[in-house]
Nanobody, 126 residues
Framework: QVQLVESGGGLVQAGGSLRLSCAAS????????MGWFRQGPGKEREFVAA????????NYADSVKGRFTISKDNAKNTVYLQMNSLKPEDTAAYYC???????????????????WGQGTQVTVSS
């Protein structure tokens, strides 16, 4: 059974930084792509960042490009999202997700992911 557990959310002022972590278990972590999505208040869930199974490629939403960095540590079965220069519009619940199958690329499509964490809240004050 795959489990994804996010941590690292919290309250931060605009311009600040946070690092989210997502610890995975249940499948061979190194073989799977990972993604981060978010859902703000009154909004639909949207893609934030993804990393290919190999870690060799990444993909970002335009709204976070240059500010957020996704990485994965296969030794720790953990994917990270480093968020810098945070803005109030980054306020959302952040979810990590694992790809449906092994050897996926850095997909931004929700349908390519079938396991999701419970989410961690990020609130950015102005």
């Amino acid at each position: 059974q795959v489990q994804l557990v996010e941590s690292g959310g919290g309250l931060v002022q605009a311009g600040g930084s946070l690092r989210l972590s997502c610890a995975a278990s249940g499948r061979t972590f190194s073989s799977y792509a990972m993604g981060w999505f978010r859902q703000g208040p009154g909004k639909e869930r949207e893609f934030v960042a993804a990393i290919a199974w190999s870690g060799s490629s990444t993909n970002y939403a335009d709204s976070v490009k240059g500010r957020f960095t996704i990485s994965k540590d296969n030794a720790k079965n953990t994917v990270y999202l480093q968020m810098n220069s945070l803005k109030p519009e980054d306020t959302a619940a952040y979810y990590c997700a694992q790809s449906r199958g092994p050897y996926y690329g850095a997909s931004g499509a929700e349908d390519d992911y079938n396991f999701w964490g419970q989410g961690t809240q990020v609130t950015v004050s102005s």
